[in-house]
T-cell receptor, first 115, second 116 residues
Framework: KAGVTQTPRYLIKTRGQQVTLSCSPISGHRSVSWYQQTPGQGLQFLFEYFSETQRNKGNFPGRFSGRQFSNSRSEMNVSTLELGDSALYLC??????????????FGPGTRLTVT | AQTVTQSQPEMSVQEAETVTLSCTYDTSESDYYLFWYKQPPSRQMILVIRQEAYKQQNATENRFSVNFQKAAKSFSLKISDSQLGDAAMYFCAYRTITSGTYKYIFGTGTRLKVLA
């Protein structure tokens, strides 16, 4: 079974631009979560989607948004990029919320650099 | 709000020796999951071991085992017979299972170096 895939793997953008990151979960997984990882802040939860609905949201500004499609694939969008948005963005999939979905499987991440 | 604390930013262990990574957490919930994840230099996060809070028995996975002390809110990871491939960042994570709020909370990580 294929793992979680994220595209692109690397991205360089300039301040003020917007970016869209994509995540394809493991087949059969319906829940997708997004995390921002930086050396200073560690792993910060962005949001979680299940059945095309946002179930949870972390403490990030409205510039960070996401969505999930009917095939469970998810996209994350960041508008008006700032230098501080430079980070590794990780996507994780699980079967779903609740006991059955407790384990998350992570993708390789997208390294975003904002200049 | 729940918090997860890993007080050891970095640890070193000799190959074939045993090392214990510490993790403490704070919660008012009685039921939850705890995990240890490993992130090697290639950056792909890998699940190492998980523990359900309602289980008193400590989880084990081959050379990896945990010491789960629910009352003390402590969840340490023991790696036996350390191997060079164990070198990585290790993250402790808490997952609430309260209906509607299934968020993961991660600690800041412990970098493990394995010395040949």
């Amino acid at each position: 079974k294929a793992g979680v895939t994220q595209t692109p793997r690397y991205l360089i953008k300039t301040r003020g631009q917007q970016v869209t990151l994509s995540c394809s979960p493991i087949s059969g997984h319906r829940s997708v979560s997004w995390y921002q990882q930086t050396p200073g802040q560690g792993l910060q939860f962005l949001f979680e989607y299940f059945s095309e609905t946002q179930r949870n949201k972390g403490n990030f500004p409205g510039r960070f948004s996401g969505r999930q499609f009917s095939n469970s694939r998810s996209e994350m969008n960041v508008s008006t990029l700032e230098l501080g948005d430079s980070a590794l963005y990780l996507c994780a999939s699980s079967l779903g919320p609740g006991l059955a979905g407790a384990e998350q499987y992570f993708g390789p991440g997208t390294r975003l650099t904002v200049t | 709000a729940q918090t997860v604390t890993q007080s050891q930013p970095e640890m070193s262990v000799q190959e074939a020796e045993t090392v214990t990574l510490s993790c403490t957490y704070d919660t008012s919930e009685s039921d939850y999951y705890l995990f240890w994840y490993k992130q090697p230099p290639s950056r792909q996060m890998i699940l190492v071991i998980r523990q359900e809070a309602y289980k008193q028995q400590n989880a084990t996975e081959n050379r990896f085992s945990v010491n789960f002390q629910k009352a003390a809110k402590s969840f340490s990871l023991k790696i036996s017979d350390s191997q060079l491939g164990d070198a990585a960042m290790y993250f402790c994570a808490y997952r609430t299972i309260t209906s509607g709020t299934y968020k993961y909370i991660f600690g800041t990580g412990t970098r493990l170096k394995v010395l040949a």
